[in-house]
């Protein structure tokens, strides 16, 4: 089975950056889309970035600009660099990941999540 673990999430200050990384293991070749969802508290979760096997990828309005998703595949790793972080950043992040001709729309597999907050 397919299995992802996030890491690299912190506490920064407004400004800062962070790269978090999602590690895929088990059957990693069964899963052709890749995204980074977030949670504040209280909140919805919400889509953050999004990559396909072409290379594609899409952002959140709130976040582009500022946030590159990218992936190792020799390292099985997805990344999400952060930069010019803000406090409405503040959020569990979370990897996610799918098999589907189209993505963007039912994520399978997901991690644990990684915390991060910014602080102003």
């Known amino acids: 089975q397919v299995q992802l673990a996030e890491s690299g999430g912190g506490s920064v200050q407004a400004g800062g950056s962070l790269r978090l990384s999602c590690v895929v293991s088990?059957?990693?070749?069964?899963?052709?889309?890749m995204a980074w969802f977030r949670q504040a508290p209280g909140k919805g979760r919400e889509g953050v970035a999004g990559?396909?096997?072409?290379?594609?990828?899409t952002y959140a309005d709130s976040v582009k600009g500022r946030f590159t998703i990218s992936k190792d595949s020799a390292k099985n790793t997805l990344y999400l660099q952060m930069s010019s972080l803000k406090p409405e950043d503040t959020a569990m992040y979370y990897c996610?990941?799918?098999?589907?001709?189209?993505?963007?729309?039912?994520?399978?597999?997901w991690g644990q999540g990684t915390q991060v907050t910014v602080s102003s």
């Open positions: 990559t396909d096997s072409f290379g594609t990828t």
């Open positions: 088990g059957d990693s070749g069964s899963t052709n889309c």
């Open positions: 996610a990941a799918a098999q589907a001709a189209i993505c963007g729309f039912e994520y399978h597999y």
